[in-house]
């Protein structure tokens, strides 16, 4: 099955800095790569998912690349802020089957 | 929509007790997951149902878990006899079709003493 190795374990960044998270994929027919962040105590919520026929995409303060080629897609957050502190989680999917996640980044956001 | 519902959020039982997990999709969603979180191995997949059928369920640790979906809107894990390695947040979620968003319920978390 899909196997999904997701780094850094934990990430602290100082206010306003940008947190870059990666996460590799094992089986080139995955086409779907979805980004979840758990706050403490809550459930997992989608922020930004992107397909294998796109690149990049962007919304607000979060960017998601992927390559295709060496199966390494990142999640990007610029000017960050305290709220954004949280677990995230980089999953993948191949058609017609559930989303493998990886085992998740803890992102801490110094003021 | 209220989202997905899990029930009951909080279960405390003691070791070879069976225990009842349930979950109520979002209607309309045809695909449902159950998820094990643990600090150790993060989010696994146990086992997912496309239209009430089970599809995988090679995620399920051993016999003594079993899940069933009788319906579109229902969906139980249960685990007997339950062990102390058993505790952890257990997730169910759903998504209109498979290989698309899934959406979490809030989890039942399963202490075994």
């Known amino acids: 099955g899909e196997n999904v190795e997701q780094h850094p374990s934990t990430l602290s960044v100082q206010e306003g800095d940008s947190a870059v998270i990666k996460c590799t994929y094992s089986?080139?027919?995955?086409?779907?790569f979805p980004w979840y962040k758990q706050e403490l105590g809550k459930r997992p919520q989608l922020i930004i998912d992107?397909?294998?026929?796109?690149g990049e995409k962007k919304d607000q303060r979060i960017a998601v690349t992927l390559n295709k080629t060496a199966k390494h897609f990142s999640l990007h957050i610029t000017e960050t802020q305290p709220e954004d502190s949280a677990v995230y989680f980089c999953?993948?999917?191949?058609?017609?089957?559930?989303?493998?996640f990886g085992k998740g980044t803890s992102l801490l956001v110094t003021p | 929509d209220a989202g997905v519902i899990q029930s009951p959020r909080h279960e405390v039982t003691e070791m070879g007790q069976e225990v009842t997990l349930r979950c109520k999709p979002i209607?309309?969603?045809?695909?449902l997951f159950w998820y094990r979180q643990t600090m150790m191995r993060g989010l696994e997949l146990l086992i997912y149902?496309?239209?009430?059928?089970?599809?995988?369920d090679s995620g399920m640790p051993e016999d003594r878990f079993s899940a069933k979906m009788p319906n579109a809107s229902f969906s139980t894990l249960k685990i007997q006899p339950s062990e102390p390695r058993d505790s952890a947040v257990y997730f169910c979620?759903?998504?209109?079709?498979?290989?698309?968003?899934?959406?979490f319920g809030q989890g039942t978390r399963l202490t075994v003493v």
């Open positions: 979620a759903s998504s209109p079709e498979i290989n698309t968003e899934a959406f």
């Open positions: 089986d080139s027919a995955s086409n779907y």
């Open positions: 992107i397909r294998s026929n796109v």
């Open positions: 999953a993948a999917s191949i058609p017609g089957y559930a989303l493998n």
């Open positions: 209607s309309g969603h045809n695909s």
């Open positions: 149902f496309n239209n009430n059928v089970p599809i995988d």
